[in-house]
């Protein structure tokens, strides 16, 4: 298994358990949440196949419901950003995750990160933020948002700040 964590707070964010999509010139990855009732995250790791796809049936109403992603990697919701205080926030991290790339990605970074920048910032009304398990100040945004009144979120992640560890 391969978990990603975030490069600036060592924060896991994400593992190979959930697929992803290269968007905007494999800047972002788009990865698809799911609303489940909390514990079946488990139960799909494998303790129980049979449940696999079933965890809508027969449960009862009391059941809390999660998103999966954000339940299994704890991440914690922010406030949401206006424009001028997300702004704030990608310069800040363009400058700190800078500092963590070799050259290669660095350039891969500067030539594509505005493009990106541009994509969540007319989505910014829709999005909610989330940062990792520690809360670091200097950790890499997530972003979640309904695509299309969707029921199930899609969350965006930021390509180059995510580190592949093998667990
Ligand atoms: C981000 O940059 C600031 C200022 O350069 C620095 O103080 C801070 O330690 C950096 N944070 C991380 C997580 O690299």
């Known amino acids: 298994m391969l978990v990603y964590q975030d490069l600036l707070s060592g924060d896991e964010l994400l593992s ?5 999509r290269e968007i905007e010139n494999g800047m972002l990855w788009e990865v698809d949440g799911k609303w489940v009732v909390q514990g079946a995250v488990d139960v799909d790791i494998g303790a129980n196949p049979s ?3 079933g965890e809508d049936e027969g449960v009862d109403d009391q059941a809390v419901k999660v998103v999966d992603i954000v339940d299994t990697f704890r991440l914690q919701e922010q406030p949401p950003f206006d ?12 400058k700190n995750l800078s500092a963590k790339l070799d050259d290669e990605q660095k350039e891969k970074f500067r030539k594509n ?26 950790g890499c945004l997530v972003f979640a948002y309904y695509k299309d009144g969707a029921a199930d979120p899609t969350f965006l992640y930021f390509a180059l700040a995510l580190k592949e560890v093998k667990c």
């Open 16 to 20: 190979d358990s959930f697929p992803y």
């Open 51 to 53: 449940a696999e796809g």
């Open 83 to 94: 424009k001028k205080l997300f702004l704030a926030q990608i310069k800040k991290f363009i």
């Open 113 to 138: 990160i505005e493009g990106a920048t541009k994509f969540l910032l007319s989505k910014i009304k829709e999005l909610q933020f989330f940062v990792g398990e520690s809360m670091h100040d200097d």
